[in-house]
């Protein structure tokens, strides 16, 4: 059945869920060739061949635009598509615009008011007279704009796998792609080839994902007025809206506390750094673990709104999001929700040694996303 919904995808032009069914089918069934044989349809009908070959020496660009959701959520698509920029060779460039939760009202490129840019690349260099647009829904004139046929119509919800191939001048990414969804696409012989997922994700983040310096000088002087010495346990816990997208998330929480106790069995030392969202986690927390838990102050939620949905100065929310996260990253073990972004993206900060880093439940980060351009 997996094979005859592939060869549907692929007959409608949705490559992209062809090649996720292949994938699926394959692991259940390793043996059959019928799925290899519509994989290499797939490549040939995209001309993955003359991925990062072009028809003039003109440069090349990959416009990399906000997803428009939670901060670790346009982080993941940035580096998704910076995967994408690596294996074309085109130069990235990061803008989040007003679709971003995190930016303030007079903001023009909300990623930097946190990173420091990805390339040396200027607006103008994207806007030159003659240059080519992929998908063609943007121009010069508009790649400022928003959710332009976003979710629905042509050059909608268009994942990574579709621009690998693209010889126009400059392309732009503006749906969700997961190094996931590209994994299988790397050729042999590129550095990245042969690398685990996640020892993709962290040299991405190496290379291309550097704080501001004054951000940097924050975290260092959080770390060494109340961090710096003793040993901690990094928990993330999701509340608020988490629950909405998570029909098990009460049971996900639940197995916290006897996790957290394993771990400090064994490291009787540790402190207890907690990230939450949820002003009832850090009560629950700082009763059961009393005189051993530090949160930091920073807006949370009792409801099931998001924090990022009720209205906060973007700019502020995106910083307390960066300094939970880059602390947690310096601690010495890490516990989180694998439903998160959060808990998967502090995976990134690096590299967590054997025994380090836990997720409770699967990692959203394998996950596979059916519903990419399909019209």
């Known amino acids: 059945m997996s094979m005859d919904l592939a060869q549907a995808a692929f007959d409608r032009g949705n490559y992209q869920k062809a090649d996720m ?34 028809s003039s020496d003109a440069p090349r660009y990959l416009l990399i635009k906000a997803w428009g959701f939670g901060f670790w959520s346009d982080l993941d698509h940035v580096l998704g598509s910076l995967l994408v920029a690596e294996l074309t060779h085109r130069t990235p460039v990061v803008y989040w615009g007003k679709n971003s939760l995190f930016r303030d009202a007079n ?42 046929a976003k979710w629905t119509g042509p050059g909608s919800r268009l994942s990574g796998l579709y621009l690998l191939a693209r010889d126009e001048e400059v392309v732009v990414s503006d749906y969700h792609t997961k190094i996931n969804d590209l994994l299988h696409w790397i050729p042999e012989g590129h550095p990245l080839s042969g690398l685990s997922r996640i020892q993709i994700y ?22 060494q007025k109340y961090m710096g010495a003793h040993n901690w346990l990094a928990v993330h816990v999701r509340g608020t809206d988490k629950v909405l997208e998570m029909g098990n998330l009460d049971a ?3 197995l916290y506390h006897d996790r957290i106790q394993r771990i400090l069995d064994v490291n009787p030392s540790l402190n207890l750094f907690l990230l939450t969202d949820s002003t009832a ?84 980060l394998e996950q596979i996303d059916l519903s990419l351009h399909d019209w």
Not at 123 to 148: I, S
Not at 306 to 325: F, K, R, S
Not at 348 to 356: M, S
Request: proline letters at 5%; one cysteine or more; glycine letters at 10%.
């Open 202 to 223: 962290r040299q991405l983040f190496q290379k291309y994902i550097h704080l501001r310096p004054e951000l940097t000088q924050l975290v260092d002087s959080i770390w």
């Open 107 to 148: 903001t023009v490129n909300a990623f930097e008011s946190f990173f420091q840019p990805v390339s040396e690349a200027k607006w103008a260099d994207l806007t030159r007279a003659g240059q080519r647009y992929y998908p063609p829904k943007w121009q010069a004139q508009n790649l400022q704009q928003e959710d332009v």
């Open 21 to 54: 069914l292949c994938r699926l089918h394959i692991k259940a069934h390793p043996d059959d060739q019928a799925p290899i044989a519509l994989l290499r349809r797939i490549y040939e009908t995209l001309g993955l061949s003359r991925m990062g070959q072009y």
């Open 252 to 254: 996900i929480n639940g």
């Open 281 to 364: 986690v850090v009560d629950e927390y700082q009763v059961r673990w009393k005189g051993r838990v530090l949160t930091l102050p920073c807006q949370r939620g009792q409801a099931q709104t998001g924090v990022h949905l009720e209205g906060h100065p973007g700019t502020e929310l995106g910083v307390q999001v960066i300094l939970d996260a880059w602390l947690a990253g310096r601690c010495d073990f890490f516990l989180g929700n694998g439903g998160s972004n959060v808990s998967t993206g502090i995976r990134h900060l690096k590299d967590w040694g054997k025994g380090t880093y836990f997720l409770l439940g699967p990692d959203f």
